[in-house]
């Protein structure tokens, strides 16, 4: 197993690398970056007084609507050093289109390289990768590129289709599923009415992308309780976006997604910008290391997460990320309660008269929050509905607005059209 030797140096070794990478970025910006040029100008900062990672409070932060907004006025080079073209998900507005240049895709193949390291992989693994390479997706290419850079084998199945899925894993015998978690549900729901034994498959280990399979003590969730109850298989939790071109990946020890220091300046902050100690939620705001195309630097992704900077038991001594609690943009103000949507998520996996869901939120007439959850049942009976009423009123204490439909019509919801992942959640405020 491959770990970079900046990773296992001290705290205080660590800042002492990023501090002297951070003098690189500010050099890099202030030379071809139009739209930080004008940031240091119009906030009066001088970056030569920017010499540590504790300096950087003295930057204003930047938001997704600055790069929504201005987004060509991000990039540092010209347009014909760019190889390759990805954009965002659009999960929070528009999706925003993040150029890659040769040197980008390198680096992007070396995160993804040390990031399967980091799960346990070797060259003597086979991949199978249930997602999608197209669509302008830069996490399918990346894990495409990290994996040959690992040596191992790797087989591009796409997302979807149980039975495809299935009949790749009798034949070519992978070792390591990358996918959505709630789809390996899918595929364990498949191979119970096929009649196959998952346990005698080949596959030992699933690197779950999009979806938490932890909660923030970094026990299972329920939906990655619902795995492994059913499919002896060590389950791995990732984090990234693709702004921030990097990825936090769990190691063995299952302890949330180690920090990548030599590619990543992270900081959990605040509402008011200030950053917040380990254990306590916070904006997770990124500074790019050695990004060419569009570097950023203290980019505020949107998404709320703790960390841990007590050494791992792998021999990091790096941070580790919390599962993602929730995304700033997200949060529900439900009759006197701060809601996230994954907690909802959590809890409508658990119900069993539940097949499939959607959570909608819109503002009602006097402007506060209202929930809406379409739901797929079991079956639509008065017994259903109060027992799905029930545990609502048992759990949340309040009952949202509750819409039954059959399982296609909330398919059509998660999967619009242009769609790159699942869509469990449609904000109408």
Excluded at 134 to 143: I, S, T
Aim: net charge negative.
């Amino acid at each position: 197993m491959y770990i970079p030797d900046i990773e296992l140096q001290s705290p205080a070794a660590i800042r002492q690398f990023q501090a002297k990478e951070l003098q690189h970025l500010l050099g890099y910006l202030r030379q071809f970056s139009p739209f930080y040029k004008e940031w240091f100008a119009l906030h009066q900062v001088n970056t030569d007084e920017i010499r540590s990672i504790e300096d950087l409070v003295r930057i204003p932060t930047v938001t997704k609507e600055d790069l929504q907004q201005r987004n060509w006025d991000f990039l540092c080079v010209d347009k014909s050093k760019i190889a390759e073209y990805t954009t965002t998900s659009g999960t929070l507005g528009k999706p925003v289109i993040i150029p890659l240049t040769e040197k980008d895709l390198d680096r992007l193949t070396y995160n993804e390289y040390i990031s399967f390291s980091c799960a346990g992989g070797t060259d003597e693994d086979i991949y199978q990768l249930m997602l999608t390479l197209d669509r302008q997706f830069m996490a399918g290419m990346a894990y495409y590129s990290g994996i040959r850079k690992l040596g191992a084998g790797v087989l591009r199945v796409g997302p979807g289709v149980p039975s495809l899925q299935w009949e790749n894993i009798r034949r070519i015998q992978p070792t390591t599923i990358v996918a959505v978690p709630s789809f390996i549900l899918k595929l364990i729901a498949f191979a119970e009415e096929h009649q196959i034994d998952v346990n005698a498959s080949s596959v030992r280990k699933v690197v779950c992308i999009g979806e938490n399979i932890r909660n923030v003590d970094f026990s299972l969730n329920l939906l990655g309780k619902k795995i492994t109850d059913k499919w002896n298989i060590q389950l791995f939790s990732t984090y990234a976006s693709t702004e921030m071109q990097t990825a936090f990946t769990e190691c063995k020890a299952g302890q949330g997604g180690h920090h990548h220091p030599e590619l990543l300046i992270v900081e959990l902050l605040d509402e008011a910008d200030k950053p917040v100690p380990p254990g306590t939620p916070g904006e997770v705001t990124i500074t790019t290391l050695g990004v060419e195309a569009m570097p950023l630097l203290r980019y505020k992704t949107g998404d709320i997460c703790q960390y841990d900077e007590a050494p791992c038991s792998c021999g990091r001594q790096t941070k580790r990320l919390s599962p993602v609690i929730g995304r700033r943009r997200q949060m529900i103000k439900y009759k006197g309660t701060t809601l996230y949507p994954p907690a909802l998520y959590d809890l409508l996996s658990d119900m069993e008269e539940v097949k499939e869901f959607v959570v909608e939120v819109f503002s009602n007439e006097i402007g506060t929050d209202e929930i809406l959850l379409h739901l797929a049942p079991v079956e639509e009976s008065e017994d259903i509905d109060r027992r799905i009423k029930s545990y609502l009123q048992a759990k949340l204490r309040v009952i949202p607005q509750v819409k039954y439909c059959g399982v296609q019509e909330i398919l059509k919801m998660q999967f619009p059209e242009g769609s790159r992942k699942p869509v469990k959640f449609v904000d109408n405020r």
